[in-house]
Every structure is written in C-alpha cells, then in structure tokens.
C-alpha cells in the first residue's frame, strides 16, 4: 500500500510540473510571437531590427531556462537514486551561484561537514539552487548568506541562512504551494520542487524567520553510511 500511495503521489507532482512548465513557457513564447510579427514589416530600420532581434533570443533564453530548471525534475527517474556527497555538491552549486551572489552584493560563507546521502543528485542539486536563488532574492541591497552543515551518525543537517527582508506568517505555511509568489516576477514553483525533493529523501525541512532580519532554513536528511 506505501508504494502504491508514492507512486500515485509521484504521478501527481508530474503531471503537475507539466502544467507549470506549459504555463511558464507560454509567456516568453507570446512575447516571441510579437516580436516575428513586429520583425515582418519591410520598413523596419535596422536598428529597431537589431532591437527586436535581442528580444526575441532573450525570450528565447528565459523559456529555455524555465525548461531547464523544472523539466529535469518532470522526468520519472526511480533508477536515478545513488549516493550524494553533500558537501561537494553544496560546494559545486555555491560556485555556481557566487556571480548571482557578487551582483548583488551577497557575502557567501560556508562550513561543509562532509556527509553522504542517498537520492537523485539532479534532484539534489535543483533543491539547493532554487534555495540559494531565494535567499539572494531576498537581498535586494545585499546581505550575508551562509550554508552550514551538520553531521551526524543518523542525521544531516543543512542549515541555509540570509540576512534578507524574511517571511510572515503566511509565507512559511504557504512555502511549497505551486504558483504562491510575493515576488513581480516570480514563478512560485522553486519552493515546490524543494519541498518535493526533501519530501522524496525522507527529509523534513523547518524554516524560521523574521521580518527584515532573514530567514534560516534548515533540512534534515538521513545520513548514509556504507
Ligand atoms: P518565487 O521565488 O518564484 O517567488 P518560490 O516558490 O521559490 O517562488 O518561493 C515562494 C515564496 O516564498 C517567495 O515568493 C517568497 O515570498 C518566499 N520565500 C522563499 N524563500 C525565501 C527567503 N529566503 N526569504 C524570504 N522569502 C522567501
Ligand atoms: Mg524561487
């Protein structure tokens, strides 16, 4: 009966990703759309050519963006499970991320215990990315950012903590709800897969916060030992 509820469970969140991914994609597309007509008209100097042209490819980019950050979790991947280094792919992503974080003025710190865990890496990897990008997000004039890590015979613990604006009440019970967004451009679906992700690795994510002083989030996954 367990397996038969996460599976069902499982198709659910996939087919709901396939609706987002649909529905985000749409957007740029209709942009693009307007663009290709605007780029019809035979008078068009080429400087307004040029212009619409940088349009079209930066809607292109952001569709292809919104594809790659949500349709490597839309694939069923059962087979995917393998050992994670917590602490390496912390590392990688936050190298990833340091050029986001230097354009915001972010400070990023980091005290990686090294720790194995078992789950989908792609997965993994997406969970910390979307986390990282909220917290930078959350510091429109700059701020600390830190990860730290914790571990233990049976647990680890990821602790992810910034200085930003911090969220109410109805923003942490609203946290993994599709579409919820306080953001002008958000998408409200980063928090989803999280939570998703968390959920899948037998995980449990706590989050405190306080307006304008940060937010603290803090994941506790099994911890793997061969
Ligand atoms: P998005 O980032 O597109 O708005 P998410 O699902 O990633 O969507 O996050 C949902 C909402 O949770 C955000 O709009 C914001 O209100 C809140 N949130 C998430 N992380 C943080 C954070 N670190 N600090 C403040 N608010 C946050
Ligand atoms: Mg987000």
Known sequence: LRSKITKLEKMEVVSQLAASISHEVRNPLTVVKGFIDLLKDPDLSPEDRERYLQHVVR??????????????????????????????????????????ANMNSVKISEELAPGITRGNIQHFKQCLLNLIKNSIE????????????????????????????????????????????????????????????????????????????????????PSYTS
């Open 138 to 221: 959350a510091m429109p004039n700059g701020g600390e950012f830190s990860v730290v890590t914790t571990v233990s015979k049976f647990d680890i613990i990821i602790e992810i903590s910034d200085t930003g604006v911090g969220m109410s009440k109805e923003q942490i019970s609203r946290f993994g709800e599709p579409y919820y967004s306080t953001k002008e451009k958000g998408t409200g679906l980063g928090s989803m897969v999280i939570v998703k992700t968390i959920e899948t690795m037998n995980g449990k994510i706590k989050i405190d916060s306080v307006l304008n002083k940060g937010t603290t989030i803090r994941i506790t996954l």
């Open 59 to 100: 809607e292109l980019k952001s569709a292809e963006t919104i594809i790659n950050d949500y349709l490597t979790y839309a694939k069923p991947t059962t087979e995917d499970i393998g050992i994670i280094f917590i602490d390496r792919e912390i590392r990688s992503i936050i190298e990833m991320t340091k050029p986001m």
